[in-house]
């Protein structure tokens, strides 16, 4: 039987290489997507009320501080998750430790526990839900890694 590249079956070998390198770019993809999406201006809706009676709406991103002076402390939080749990996926690409894939999974339920928290404040967005959903799918790759 001729070997080739270290294996019997070089087809399948080059199959489960790209099927690595995808998880690679899912594990990576999801965090930067949310990071996008945290940087939109339409990421949470703050209500005012107004004299006139109609209330005043104001849109921002998941990184201006204004919700967080108004005591709407889940979109930084979830910002900042979002940053760190970015980088420390783009160093475990170059360094295989299973450690920091469990920091990450954590920093990732931490991410998506507190992508919800703007709920409590009726500012959630469909921006909001996609970053949620972004942040869940995360958990559910890393989670989902073998051991």
Sequence with gaps: MLQTGGTRFPILHKERMNAVKMKQLARVGLPLLA?????????????????????????????????????NFGPLLTAVFTCILLALLLIGLAVKK???????????????VTSVLPLLYSSYTVIGGLITACLAGEVIVLAGRKR
């Design 98 to 112: 299973q450690k920091l894939l469990r920091v990450c999974t954590v920093l990732a339920i931490a991410a998506t």
């Design 35 to 71: 990071l996008i999406l945290e940087l939109l201006p339409w990421g949470v809706t703050m209500r005012f009320a107004n004299p006139d009676g109609a209330a005043h709406i104001t849109k921002t991103c998941y990184f201006d501080l204004m919700p967080f002076g108004y005591a």
